[in-house]
Nanobody, 115 residues
Framework: QVQLVESGGGLVQPGGSLRLSCAAS????????MHWYRQGPENQRELFAN???????NYLDAVKDRFTASRDNAKNTMYLHMHDLNPEDTPVYYC?????????WGQGTKVTVSS
């Protein structure tokens, strides 16, 4: 079964840190461009980080100094290290890739930044 499964979300205080994981099965993530999206309750899903198959990365300006995406090919897992979190970082986070003709999405993991 081809799937992506996110984990690691939770409640964190402003200024805190979290690490999200995106574990893949049935697809070798080292061969594909992987993406991180997030979506608030009233917002469209927003693409904010990409990891390309050659290891290059890019980020939305709003997160580039605070978020770092990485990939462990041996574990077939992608990570998102988030620092200096603020309430605007509170939506649900999704990983995504295009696998053949399939748009693969995980189920999402919720981050809540609140004191």
């Amino acid at each position: 079964q081809v799937q992506l499964v996110e984990s690691g979300g939770g409640l964190v205080q402003p200024g805190g840190s979290l690490r999200l994981s995106c574990a893949a099965s049935g697809v070798n993530i080292s061969l594909y461009t992987m993406h991180w999206y997030r979506q608030g309750p009233e917002n469209q899903r927003e693409l904010f980080a990409n990891i390309f198959s050659d290891g290059a990365k890019n980020y939305l300006d709003a997160v580039k100094d605070r978020f770092t995406a990485s990939r462990d090919n041996a574990k077939n897992t992608m990570y998102l290290h988030m620092h200096d979190l603020n309430p605007e970082d509170t939506p649900v986070y999704y990983c995504h890739t295009v696998y053949g003709t399939q748009n693969l999405w995980g189920q999402g993991t919720k981050v809540t930044v609140s004191s």
